[in-house]
């Protein structure tokens, strides 16, 4: 069974920045691709990044891309999202998962593909 904790949501004025971080455990992290998602209120829940367990192979949703970098250090069984420039309609609950693959540079768009979550953080970009 593995376990993800997400932190570092909160309260943040348009064009601030926060960093997520997702500690994972109970598993074997450098053979979890990693996935960010999210979910605003009344809306379904989407993908924002996502690493490949090698590090080498990343993916951002177009609204994300060149605002937000996703990271992971192996070492500390942790991935972290740092969202830059952020919006009002980055507004949402975030969530991290874990996907397991035999393949240094897989990952997925597609949530159905993540095997377990986390509980999720709140960021709230204030206008």
């Known amino acids: 069974q593995v376990h993800i904790v997400e932190s570092g949501g909160g309260l943040v004025q348009a064009g601030g920045s926060l960093r997520l971080s997702c500690a994972a455990s109970?598993?074997?992290?450098?053979?979890?691709?990693m996935g960010w998602f999210r979910q605003a209120p009344g809306k379904e829940r989407e993908f924002v990044a996502a690493i490949s367990w090698g590090g080498g192979a990343i993916a951002y949703a177009d609204s994300v891309k060149g605002r937000f970098t996703i990271s992971r250090d192996n070492a500390k069984n942790t991935v972290y999202l740092q969202m830059n420039t952020l919006k009002p309609e980055d507004t949402a609950v975030y969530y991290c998962?874990?996907?397991?693959?035999?393949?240094?540079?897989?990952?997925?768009?597609?949530?159905?593909?993540?095997?377990?979550w986390g509980q999720g953080t709140q960021v709230t970009v204030s206008s």
């Open positions: 109970g598993g074997t992290f450098n053979r979890f691709a």
């Open positions: 998962a874990t996907m397991r693959t035999y393949y240094s540079d897989s990952y997925s768009r597609n949530q159905y593909d993540y095997n377990y």
